[in-house]
């Protein structure tokens, strides 16, 4: 889920045979059978408190009930369930303006188209982990977590059922370096199946930065896919990580969502920024994604649309066309005709009457 650092799926029975690591979306899998379709997080950002909130949500298909994963923030963590409804009525907003063009002819099809607490665990290698707190929230229990080595947080994820990759304990590194939290979720035992799309959690933190986690993302071995939602003061540029493509830059006040969560979330109005990246290969992911303000230039795609005109259930153009072929052909043969009658009269002229 968001750039999580690993989302691993633990059998409930003991198995000797090597996990097959399948990726997708910013997250670790370790069972091939689960595909993560679409990893979409709404990002807002609060340059004056140094606050940063994260609404994440994942798509995922598989049969597998037993899941977690983890997401590392610059400091610790409150948890709490997100909205559903929250990213349809964003994507209602930044909708492409659509242009109808009338043409003559149908698209053949040649061209382009259009377009709570616990007790603090102590790692078997010298480091500790603390268990900053731990709760359930709805289909998830959600524990956030301190540590000082990426060794004892590694051995803390393995004793509590999370299956690692040999490789994460090395990625956890620079953030056990710059102190950063994590949160870990599990999807809790009769929540249902790791399919669909998962109920979003809503993560909020003291940050020097607008920052979204992507380091561990360059441990998968599948393109990534990841759609954010950025909200400020101001629209922002990306200034580490692979370039995504924006999607729209514009105001987004309340008034323009149904949603009553949704406009306390805005405020008195922010500047929305959406990006987007449907293929980031994970060689090029060496750092977390950075943003920082720009320039209010407002943008937003525009689709165009053909419209054939039509007569009489035809379409004009090649009414036109064979209309014209039609005269040309009709043209055509009288003259031909003409020809002929003035060729037969050349050879075989009349005798004046006696």
Excluded at 68 to 73: H, I, N, R, S
Excluded at 320 to 335: D, P, R, S, W, Y
């Amino acid at each position: 889920m968001v750039t999580v650092l690993a989302l691993l799926l633990v059998s409930s029975a003991a198995s000797v045979a090597q996990p097959a690591w399948a990726c997708g979306c910013g997250a670790m899998i370790s069972d091939s059978s689960v595909t993560i379709s679409a990893e979409t997080s709404i990002v807002r950002y609060d340059a004056a408190a140094r606050t940063e909130e994260i609404v994440m949500r994942l798509s995922a298909e598989s049969e597998e009930k037993d899941a977690a994963w983890l997401l590392p923030t610059p400091s610790e963590a409150a948890v709490r369930l997100g909205e559903r409804g929250w990213f349809e009525e964003l994507e209602a907003l930044t909708e492409p303006r659509v242009v109808t063009r009338r043409v003559w002819f149908p698209d053949l099809g040649f061209g382009d188209g259009d377009g709570a607490g616990a007790e603090a665990g102590s790692g078997g290698r010298g480091g500790a982990v603390e268990v900053l707190g731990e709760r359930d929230l709805g289909p998830f229990r959600v524990a956030t977590l301190d540590a000082d080595d990426p060794e004892a947080l590694a051995d803390w994820l393995s004793g509590n059922g999370y299956r690692l990759r040999p490789d994460l304990e090395k990625a956890l590194g620079p953030y056990v370096e710059q102190g950063w939290k994590y949160v870990a979720v599990k999807l809790r035992a009769g929540s249902g199946t790791l399919t669909g799309e998962l109920d979003p959690l809503r993560v909020s933190f003291a940050s020097d930065e607008l920052v979204y986690p992507m380091r561990l993302s360059s441990l998968a071995e599948n393109t990534q896919r990841l759609h954010l939602y950025v909200l400020g003061e101001h629209r922002v540029r990306q200034t580490t990580g692979a370039r995504m493509r924006l999607a729209f830059a514009g105001q987004v006040t309340p008034g323009q969502v149904d949603s009553p969560q949704l406009r306390t979330f805005l405020g008195q109005g922010l500047f929305m920024t959406e990006l987007i990246d449907g293929g980031i290969d994970p060689e090029q992911i060496v750092d977390d994604y950075r943003f920082t303000a720009t320039d209010d230039e407002p943008y937003r795609q525009v689709v165009y649309k053909r419209e054939v005109v039509r007569f009489l259930g035809m379409p004009a153009g090649w009414l036109i066309v064979f209309t014209t072929g039609g005269l040309a052909v009709a043209l055509g043969v009288v003259l031909l005709m003409r020809l002929r009658s003035r060729g037969n009269l050349a050879r075989h002229p009349r005798r004046p009457s006696p």
